[in-house]
T-cell receptor, first 109, second 114 residues
Framework: GQNIDQPTEMTATEGAIVQINCTYQ??????LFWYQQHAGEAPTFLSY??LDGLEEKGRFSSFLSRSKGYSYLLLKELQMKDSASYLC??????????WGAGTKLIIKP | IAGITQAPTSQILAAGRRMTLRCTQD?????MYWYRQDLGLGLRLIHY???????GKGEVPDGYSVSRANTDDFPLTLASAVPSQTSVYFC?????????????FGPGTRLTVL
């Protein structure tokens, strides 16, 4: 079957670095999305990885290893506004997104 | 401001009633989607539409129907609501046909079925 695994909750300190992991098993694979979702709001796009390696976008970076079925989202210089859920979604061979349950990130001062 | 709007924002509904959730986008995106989001579960696709005039079933289509008469609108109908349909419903759209492009989400509709 198709499955996405990511930690339910993580806690980090303001100004620090945090890595949120995601492993996936899908019927075929086209790419990996990361979305941010603040409580009570809609998900918003953060990154999309197709090729292996690290893609950096400001304070946020996303890594993909297709052979390992693994991705991570790296958040640097954490700010209180980064408190949110982070959703991992893998695109299968039918271009349908399979979503993880999300990782709730709690930032402490 | 371009984007996706959903209505209503929230609704409490008696079981057995019919309900239509509205979704409109003004970005001229070809593809549109309906998801439900439940605590502890990932977003689950209910129905999708790759282009106006076509629709398809997602992971959890039972009890729901959709139509896509034009590019902008993609309403979701619950013919006879049941308590298990209590959820937050998100509409999304993407520029391309299919799921190859980034999806943009509406603000959501919080539905409670009693």
């Amino acid at each position: 079957g198709q499955n996405i695994d990511q930690p339910t909750e993580m806690t980090a300190t303001e100004g620090a670095i945090v890595q949120i992991n995601c492993t996936y098993q899908t019927s075929g694979f086209n790419g990996l999305f990361w979305y941010q979702q603040h409580a009570g709001e809609a998900p918003t796009f953060l990154s999309y990885n197709v090729l292996d390696g690290l893609e950096e976008k400001g304070r946020f970076s996303s890594f993909l290893s297709r052979s390992k079925g693994y991705s991570y989202l790296l958040l640097k210089e954490l700010q209180m506004k980064d408190s949110a859920s982070y959703l991992c979604a893998a695109e299968d061979s039918n271009y349908q997104l399979i979503w993880g349950a999300g990782t709730k990130l709690i930032i402490k001062p | 401001i371009a984007g996706i709007t959903q209505a209503p924002t929230s609704q409490i509904l008696a079981a057995g009633r019919r309900m239509t959730l509205r979704c409109t986008q003004d970005m001229r995106h070809n593809a549109m989607y309906w998801y439900r989001q439940d605590l502890g579960l990932g977003l689950r696709l209910i129905h999708y539409s790759n282009t106006a005039g076509t629709t398809g079933k997602g992971e959890v289509p039972d009890g729901y129907s959709v139509s896509r008469a034009n590019t902008d609108d993609f309403p979701l109908t619950l013919a006879s609501a049941v308590p298990s349909q209590t959820s937050v419903y998100f509409c999304a759209s993407s520029p391309g046909t299919g799921n190859t492009d980034t999806q943009y989400f509406g603000p959501g509709t919080r539905l409670t079925v009693l």
